[in-house]
T-cell receptor
Framework: GQNIDQPTEMTATEGAIVQINCTYQ??????LFWYQQHAGEAPTFLSY??LDGLEEKGRFSSFLSRSKGYSYLLLKELQMKDSASYLC??????????WGAGTKLIIKP | ETGVTQTPRHLVMGMTNKKSLKCEQH?????MYWYKQSAKKPLELMFV???????ENNSVPSRFSPECPNSSHLFLHLHTLQPEDSALYLC???????????FGEGSRLTVL
């Protein structure tokens, strides 16, 4: 079966760095997505990785290792507004998105 | 106008009621989706429409009935729901097979 694993909840301190991991087992691979979802709001696109390596976008970076079935989202200089759920999703060989259950990130002052 | 708009944002209904959720996208996309989001669970894909034609129905119970009159509008008709159907229902749209979805803010459904 297809499976995406990510931690249920993480806590970090304002100004610090946090890494949210995602491991996947899917039928084929056409890219991995990270979405951010604030409570009561729509998920919004953060990043897309299809090749191995690190993609940096401001305070957020996303890493992919296809051989290990592994990705992480790195958030630097954490701000209170970064408190949200972070969803990992993989586009499989049928171009269907397979979703993880999301990681709820709590930022403390 | 926001990209994807869903109404109503909140809905409470009894098990014998009939109601509908509405989704409208202003992005010119050709594909629209209904997802169910329950706490601490992955997003569950319910229905997919490409160019108004249903291309995916993920074994969704018949008490959920989708309708797509055109590429910009999508409805989810609800009748004789069960309490376990209480969840956040998200509409999304995309162009092609990019996988980058644009979501609405969801309709929070509570079935009593």
């Amino acid at each position: 079966g297809q499976n995406i694993d990510q931690p249920t909840e993480m806590t970090a301190t304002e100004g610090a760095i946090v890494q949210i991991n995602c491991t996947y087992q899917t039928s084929g691979f056409n890219g991995l997505f990270w979405y951010q979802q604030h409570a009561g709001e729509a998920p919004t696109f953060l990043s897309y990785n299809v090749l191995d390596g690190l993609e940096e976008k401001g305070r957020f970076s996303s890493f992919l290792s296809r051989s290990k079935g592994y990705s992480y989202l790195l958030l630097k200089e954490l701000q209170m507004k970064d408190s949200a759920s972070y969803l990992c999703a993989v586009l499989d060989s049928n171009y269907q998105l397979i979703w993880g259950a999301g990681t709820k990130l709590i930022i403390k002052p | 106008e926001t990209g994807v708009t869903q109404t109503p944002r909140h809905l409470v209904m009894g098990m014998t009621n009939k109601k509908s959720l509405k989704c409208e996208q202003h992005l010119g996309h050709n594909a629209m989706y209904w997802y169910k989001q329950s706490a601490k669970k992955p997003l569950e894909l319910m229905f997919v429409y490409n160019f108004k034609e249903q291309t995916e129905n993920n074994s969704v119970p018949s008490r959920f009935s989708p309708e797509c009159p055109n590429s910009s509008h999508l409805f989810l008709h609800l009748h004789t729901l069960q309490p376990e159907d209480s969840a956040l229902y998200l509409c999304a749209s995309t162009q092609g097979d990019t996988g980058e979805l644009f979501f609405g803010e969801g309709s929070r459904l509570t079935v009593l």
